[in-house]
């Protein structure tokens, strides 16, 4: 489908927002928004929340806030956080645990919390069903029935996660298993100082450091002209061991990243959205869309310096590509080595032991298409149930982009795997369990998964594109999953829950 005049327009001006793409930490040179990286700010790291174990219930509480924070020094943002003016603490638990959240909204405007790539019954999975209103509470309460991974919360309500996230609701959810020994084991596991949490974020900046959105829009939303992580630009992680391990989040709006380092050195994925890969697998960069996440293993020589960038991304045929979020590279985070490291133990050979997919022969196959801003010529309805299904049914998906343009696929309330791509096997990084898709234009995706055990006629779990400006704008759908006696019970609610 040839792009429209609109959609040229708005490729030209996205092009015109992104041209300085350079993190800000002092003054403006002339005709920049924001000025070129001095990188020297010490990367910090999410405070680390265990909760509170409260009779046997590993307990955590947030509380949404608003609050300041300076990208550029001495010029503090308007910004939101959990517990916090920016971004959340990094939650922890382990599998088999039963878990609360108790969540505060003290923000003057209404919001969820959603528990993005969490296995758990849809009426505490946080989409925009479960609003909480200023000055109120909720507590969902859940058992964790998955695997070891890394995963993440973030505001869901209809028609404005892209403001309320990108003012900073972002945080790390982190699933242990119980075990201390297996290969895992082998890992780099030391909080913030071997295992190291990265929240990476598009901002667009003004003049005074601002965040501000792409008022007239473009095909992806805004997409920010700085590169924050964990919050701050031009960022150094100290390093004190000989491998380091980077839980990586890309938590942009609509901007996609290519993650590898400046020195062209390899280094090994360990594990995607939903857990541990079957093996290290070597890569030289990794690319991840809105909400993906990678976990990387990199080696380090004593007294060196390396820079994590993000180069230009495979957004397929899309032009011109700096329109869409392509064309360029640039620095993230710099890595410097102390003088001497700490040893670390080897990487295991094997990591996982992966299932296959779900059963494809007997499962239920759908086919959802993407186009604009809607999926299979439909917008988003909160009074509209897509489909019903079986608790712990088997599923196929075959989902199509038709579009010029690049799209991803996020599923509430599972992990699924990712069985081809145009019939072609899928890239090793993207052989686990996944829980977010890129959909690159005029391409087909083909997954497989079973749905939720956990039925329930009145809250539905969410399907939608993760491009946080399309689905404010409707590209998303929901579904039920019902006992066959119950199916076809009514609408979803909209009432609050805990």
């Not at 990188?39 to 219930?57: K, N, S, V, W, Y």
Request: with cysteine; charged share 20%; proline share 9%.
């Amino acid at each position: 489908m040839p792009l429209t005049r609109r959609q040229l327009l708005r490729a030209t001006a996205a092009a015109a927002i992104i041209a300085p793409l350079v993190p800000a930490v002092a003054g403006c040179a002339p005709g920049e928004v924001v000025p070129k990286t001095q990188f020297g700010a010490r990367l910090p790291i999410p405070p680390l929340d265990e909760g509170a174990l409260d009779d046997g219930i590993r307990t955590f509480r947030l509380a949404t806030q608003a609050g300041t924070h300076e990208f550029v020094p001495g010029q503090p943002a308007q910004t939101m956080g959990y517990n916090g003016a920016y971004l959340g603490p990094t939650l922890r638990a382990t599998r088999g645990e039963r878990v609360r959240v108790a969540i505060d909204n003290r923000l003057p405007d209404a919001t969820t919390v959603h528990f993005h790539g969490m296995v758990l019954p849809a009426a505490t999975d946080g989409g925009p069903h479960a609003m909480i209103e200023p000055g109120a509470s909720t507590a969902p309460e859940w058992t964790v029935k998955q695997p070891a991974a890394t995963l993440w919360y973030h505001p869901h309500p209809h028609g404005s996660t892209e403001k309320q996230v990108g003012y900073g609701l972002a945080g790390l959810f982190i699933l242990d298993e119980p075990a201390t020994d297996g290969p895992a084991a082998a890992l780099p596991h030391t909080y913030g100082v071997d295992d190291i949490p990265l929240v990476v974020q598009d901002r667009r900046l003004d003049a005074d450091g601002k965040i501000t959105f792409d008022p007239a829009g473009n095909s992806l939303g805004t997409l920010g002209n700085s590169i924050a992580a964990n919050g701050t630009l031009g960022a150094v992680l100290p390093v004190t061991t000989d491998r380091v391990r980077l839980r990586i989040l890309n938590a942009s709006a609509g901007r996609w990243f290519k993650f590898g380092f400046a020195d062209h050195r390899r280094f090994h994925m360990v594990a995607s959205d939903g857990g541990l890969l079957a093996a290290p697998l070597q890569l030289d960069a990794v690319q991840l869309s809105p909400a993906e996440r990678a976990e990387i293993v990199v080696e380090m020589k004593p007294g060196e310096s390396v820079m994590l960038r993000s180069f230009a991304p495979d957004l397929g045929r899309v032009n011109p590509p700096d329109a869409f979020g392509g064309g360029k590279d640039f620095d993230v985070v710099r890595l410097d080595a102390a003088a001497s490291l700490a040893p670390s133990a080897t990487l295991p050979a094997m990591l996982a032991a992966l299932p296959a997919p779900a059963d494809t022969t007997h499962a239920t196959a759908r086919s959802l298409t993407f186009s604009g801003r809607q999926i299979n010529g439909k917008t988003m309805d909160m009074n509209r149930v897509d489909f019903t299904a079986a608790p712990g049914g088997s599923e196929v998906w075959f989902v199509d982009n038709v579009n010029a343009y690049q799209h991803n696929l996020h599923i509430h309330g599972v992990q699924f795997r990712l069985l081809d791509i145009d019939g072609n096997p899928p890239p090793p990084e993207r052989a686990g369990w996944k829980d977010t898709i890129p959909l690159l234009p005029r391409e087909r995706n083909r997954i497989a998964f079973r749905m939720p055990p956990y039925a329930d006629a009145e809250h539905p779990y969410m399907y939608h594109c993760h491009l946080l400006t399309h689905e404010d704008e409707g590209m998303m759908g929901q579904f039920l999953v019902e006992d066959a006696g119950t199916a076809g019970s009514g609408a979803p609610s909209s009432h609050q829950h805990g």
